[in-house]
């Protein structure tokens, strides 16, 4: 089983999208029984709220099932428990940094990263009200990541 936790800044746009994308990508390529996917915030703002209705809107339009997600806030017992802690941007990687100091299984990563964008950000659309850009990144990233998975021979 390979368990995947995406994070952002308040776990209602680009996790949550990150996580039904590549969920969506597994179920099709008929792996789900392989995978746990989820995603949390690395701060407390939005926690209970429900996905953000731009990213509902957006993965509604590509066909991109999203479910009944509530935010959550990432916790130090999560390292333990995932394989993938999966970041958005350097801001969220500074503040996982925070909650869990140390990364002594290199399980910390940027979902760029995958995509051979080393260090590349995934713009907010909160602040930039773009989810078409957020969802090609995503996107990206996660075919990155699942491609990077298989050539490792992990699924």
Sequence with gaps: MIKVLFICHGNICRSPMAQYV???????????KHFIIDSAATSTEEIGNG???????????????????????????????????????????RNLKRIIPNDPDAKVSMLLDYANRQGQSIADPWY??????????????CQGLLEYLRDRGMV
Aim: charged fraction near 25%; hydrophobic fraction near 30%.
């Design 22 to 32: 590549m969920q969506d990508l597994v179920n099709k390529a008929g792996l789900s």
């Design 51 to 93: 996905v953000h209705y731009g990213t509902r809107q957006k993965l509604r339009e590509v066909g991109v099932p999203c479910g009944d997600h509530r935010a959550v806030q990432i916790t130090k017992k999560d390292y333990n428990i995932y394989d993938y802690l999966i970041v958005m941007d350097t801001n969220n990687l």
């Design 128 to 141: 930039t009200g773009n989810f078409d850009a957020t969802y090609r990144d995503v996107l990206e990233g």
